[in-house]
């Protein structure tokens, strides 16, 4: 992954914008696997 050329961004990978989601509950999982510390980052949902 390449730095980012503005101070915040979004990746979009697997946006939904064609068909809506089903009425129900969703679980989403998430893996910290990139640091961050060694240049002082930070990450964020």
Known sequence: ???AGLP???KLYQR???EP???GTY???ITD???TK???G???I
Do not use: G
Request: hydrophobic share 30%; glycine share 0%.
């Open 1 to 3: 992954m390449r730095t």
């Open 33 to 35: 696997n990139f640091p």
């Open 27 to 29: 679980q989403v999982n």
């Open 38 to 40: 060694a240049y002082k």
């Open 16 to 18: 939904n914008d064609d």
């Open 8 to 10: 915040e961004f979004s």
């Open 21 to 23: 989601m089903r009425a």
């Open 42 to 44: 930070s990450k964020s």
